[in-house]
């Protein structure tokens, strides 16, 4: 094994949404290839083709190459073992199915619904889990033959051995051995002609030179059924990396149904793509010291599957929005306003307002992107508030006082030539020095004046240089009727 260059495959089933396991597993096996200079392969996984979604492989292709997970070989750049869409390597599971057939490890089952609903029945009723009873593995040669010539429908069966244990072994798991008599006889083949995933990756992996094959825990529980899959046909086993599961709580896994994270969601609620990519590839996995802003390339260096963990991880939304925020923090003033600006429309209409203060004073302030509107905008219009707002403890501020801090600024404002943050700064303290009195008692209702707004990106000196001369003074004076009716 070790000689053989790593090839490792992202198989996804192209559902129409990237889920954030699904992307994990991506990360990982592109990971785990280009650590060592290996190929990283895309396969579509299309033989559900009831689950077939128009437009779902774009959303695969566009996700992988928007977050840098170039591939190697996939069914747009061709490659040496290809078809790489299961759907168009159809005769290759048959031919492969017939084998095993051949080998007596597998069979032709020609169950009716109605027969497999009765077992299936019994089963519950027992309070047995349903296995197949091997029925149509006795049929006779001739009486397969027949069968098929009379078109009747069928599977194709995997024979599995009702006595003796099957032994895996998982980097991430160790290993896992479970008595045979716990094995289905799965299906390989479906009624349809088209194989199941079960064989279909066990086929592909092989005649694609798969080495390592990444995939989430939930395939663990199967691998035994693949290992005698690879046995009956004589194949080396690839090495099995499955990752952890990733909850949504202690109890909950991050699932789809739950309205839980998708790529596409977290883009669209205004997460960075290299954020997200960095949040996930610690999702079961850490370099094992406290660094935890890594760039993809940087991942490529250090990341050693053996150090992932077997341990659920969970999906910590606080920690994701503190990570986009230091991302947020490393793109220049430029790039920020840039991917800021659909936000701002969002929120302000405006057009006196400078958006690229507006920038200035978020660049810093923001974790989440889509958080943007509703910090913002009271800049386009001074929402209705209340004067409970104007009383704060800690800046010892009350109805009183807040009303003669905005008699004393008004006419301060008035005056002021040079509407810029220095101007208004330095003539704002001065004035505070004059009354004698605490910045908070000056600043707190200045800015509450100016927002209507307990909480504000920004304070006094940078919400009344934004909102420009004219505004500020129509809020302040608004402030006061409010307070003088109080
Ligand atoms: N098509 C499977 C899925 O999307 C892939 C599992 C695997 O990686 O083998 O879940």
């Given at each position: 094994m070790c000689n053989h260059k790593i090839r490792t495959r992202y198989a996804p089933s192209p559902t129409g949404y990237m889920h954030v396991g699904n992307l994990r597993t991506a990360?990982?096996?592109?990971?785990?290839?280009?650590?060592?200079n290996g190929t990283f392969i895309l396969r579509i996984e299309d033989t559900d083709q009831e689950r077939y979604v128009e437009g779902a492989v774009d959303v695969i292709y566009n996700t992988m190459?928007?977050?840098?997970?170039?591939?190697?070989?996939?069914?747009?750049?061709?490659?040496?073992?290809?078809?790489?869409?299961?759907?168009?390597?159809?005769?290759?599971?048959?031919?492969?199915?017939?084998?095993?057939?051949?080998?007596?490890?597998?069979?032709?089952?020609?169950c009716s619904k109605e027969r497999l609903d009765m077992l299936?029945?019994?089963?519950?009723?027992?309070?047995?889990?349903?296995?197949?009873?091997?029925?149509?593995m006795h049929l006779s040669k001739e009486e397969v033959e027949e069968k098929l010539a009379a078109g009747v429908p069928y599977v194709i069966r995997q024979n599995n051995p009702t006595e003796g244990t099957t032994t895996?072994?998982?980097?991430?798991?160790?290993?896992?051995?479970?008595d045979n008599s716990e094995l289905e006889d799965m299906i390989l083949i479906k009624s349809d002609g088209y194989p199941t995933y079960n064989f279909a990756n066990v086929v592909d992996d092989h005649l694609m030179g798969i080495t390592h094959?990444?995939?989430?825990?939930e395939y663990l529980s199967s691998s035994p059924k693949y290992n005698r899959l690879y046995e009956a046909f004589g194949w080396d086993i690839p090495v099995y990396v499955h990752c952890p599961p990733i909850m949504k709580d202690a109890q909950h896994k991050l699932s789809k149904r739950n309205g839980d994270a998708s790529f596409e969601d977290l883009i669209a609620k205004g997460y960075l793509k290299d954020a997200v990519m960095n949040y996930i590839a610690l999702l079961g996995w850490n370099p094992g010291n406290t660094q935890e802003i890594f760039s993809l390339e940087e991942l490529v260096n250090i990341f050693d599957y053996r150090q992932i963990n077997k341990a659920p991880a969970i999906f910590d939304p606080i920690k994701l929005?503190?990570?986009?925020?230091?991302y947020i923090r490393k793109l220049t003033l430029e790039e920020f306003h840039e991917m800021a600006l659909p936000y701002y429309?969002?929120?302000i209409k405006n057009s006196n307002i400078d958006l690229m203060k507006v920038s200035k004073l978020l660049h810093t302030r923001t974790e989440v992107l889509g958080e943007i509107p509703e910090q913002i905008?009271?800049?386009?219009?001074?929402?209705?508030?209340?004067?409970?707002?104007?009383?704060?403890?800690?800046?010892?501020?009350?109805?009183e006082n807040s009303l003669e801090s905005l008699e004393k600024v008004l006419p301060l404002f008035e005056t002021i030539e040079n509407w810029d943050f220095n101007t208004l700064h330095d003539s704002i303290l001065k004035l505070v020095e004059e009354m004698g009195i605490k910045n908070g008692v000056m600043l707190w209702p200045i800015r509450t004046a100016l927002s209507g707004k307990a909480f504000t990106p920004g304070g006094a000196f940078e919400l009344a240089e934004i909102l420009g001369k004219e505004e500020s003074i129509r809020r302040i004076k608004i402030g006061i009727d409010k307070l003088k009716n109080a």
């Open positions: 990360l990982y096996a592109y990971l785990i290839a280009k650590h060592e190459k928007i977050t840098g997970l170039i591939h190697d070989e996939g069914p747009d750049k061709g490659g040496p073992v290809g078809p790489y869409v299961q759907s168009e390597r159809k005769p290759i599971y048959m031919e492969y199915a017939k084998k095993l057939v051949d080998k007596g490890e597998a069979y032709y089952c020609f299936k029945a019994n089963a519950e009723a027992l309070k047995r889990p349903f296995k197949y009873d091997k029925h149509c895996f072994d998982d980097v991430i798991y160790g290993t896992i051995s479970v094959v990444v995939r989430g825990s929005k503190w990570m986009n925020g230091e429309k969002e929120a905008d009271f800049f386009d219009v001074l929402p209705e508030y209340s004067n409970d707002l104007y009383i704060h403890k800690k800046m010892k501020t009350n109805l």
